[in-house]
C-alpha cells in the first residue's frame, strides 16, 4: 500500500511539473535568437486590425452611428 501511495504522489507531483513547464510555455513563448522575429511587424498590423474591429463591434451594439 505504501509503495503505490508513493507511486501515485511520485505521479501527481510529475502532472504538476508538466503543467507548470506548459504555462510558462504559453506565457513567455519559446527563445528565439538574435535576428529571429514573429513576423517582423505583423503582429502589430494584425493587433491594430483587432483593435478596428472590437471599436466597430462596440460602437455597433451601442447604437453610436460610425463615420
Same mark, same amino acid.
Do not use: C, H
Given at each position: +500500500? *505504501?509503495? *503505490?501511495s508513493s507511486?501515485?504522489? !511520485?505521479?501527481?507531483?510529475d $502532472?504538476?511539473?508538466? %503543467?507548470r513547464e $506548459?504555462k #510558462? +510555455?504559453? $506565457?513567455?513563448?519559446p527563445? !528565439?535568437?538574435?535576428g #529571429? @522575429? *514573429?513576423?517582423e @511587424?505583423?503582429? /502589430?498590423e /494584425?493587433?491594430k486590425k483587432?483593435? #478596428? +474591429?472590437v471599436d %466597430?463591434l462596440?460602437k !455597433?451594439?451601442s @447604437?453610436?452611428? *460610425?463615420?
Amino acid at each position: +500500500m *505504501e509503495v *503505490e501511495s508513493s507511486a501515485l504522489v !511520485r505521479a501527481a507531483e510529475d $502532472l504538476l511539473q508538466l %503543467t507548470r513547464e $506548459l504555462k #510558462e +510555455m504559453w $506565457l513567455f513563448g519559446p527563445l !528565439r535568437g538574435i535576428g #529571429e @522575429g *514573429e513576423g517582423e @511587424g505583423k503582429i /502589430d498590423e /494584425d493587433s491594430k486590425k483587432v483593435g #478596428e +474591429m472590437v471599436d %466597430t463591434l462596440l460602437k !455597433r451594439n451601442s @447604437g453610436v452611428s *460610425e463615420s
